[in-house]
């Protein structure tokens, strides 16, 4: 892993560091939204302002099946939901992880996965 890399992670700890990093705008209300999809929307929200403050300027490329795309894997245990592990996909987007939501690198699929865990279950679970 790049120093610049890890420089980076350390820097996005929270989600206004990665709104202060992208300067992408505050949080939505989702107002319009209905009501029981407001919380998921704005995880969704949050979750792809993370990953773009990790990744920076790199773009998962789908037409590339040499290119990995890496992201958190997430299971439930007596202990709730929990980061499990980083995994790869070259081509494919699996069900409930979104081109917007992948990184270039197995460390940084770590560790937004451990880093975020609590924002990724309101994805997943809601």
């Known amino acids: 892993m790049e120093k610049q890399e890890v420089k980076l992670m350390e ?5 206004e560091d990665a709104l202060n990093t992208t ?3 505050a949080i939505p209300y989702f107002n319009e939204a209905p009501k029981e999809l407001r919380e998921y929307l704005k995880a969704v929200y949050e979750a792809v302002v993370i990953t773009q403050a990790l990744v920076g300027d790199w773009k998962a490329d789908w037409n590339d099946d040499t290119q990995r795309k890496w992201f958190p894997w997430f299971r439930m ?3 709730g939901f929990v980061f499990y592990a980083a995994y790869c996909a070259y081509s494919t987007a699996y069900a409930g ?6 990184f270039p ?6 560790y937004a996965g451990k ?5 990724y279950s309101r994805i997943i679970l809601k």
């Open 115 to 119: 880093q975020f865990t609590e924002i």
């Open 105 to 110: 690198t197995y460390e940084m699929a770590e």
């Open 97 to 102: 992880n979104a081109s917007r939501l992948c």
């Open 11 to 15: 820097s996005i700890k929270t989600v």
């Open 23 to 25: 300067g992408m705008p």
């Open 77 to 79: 245990s007596s202990g």
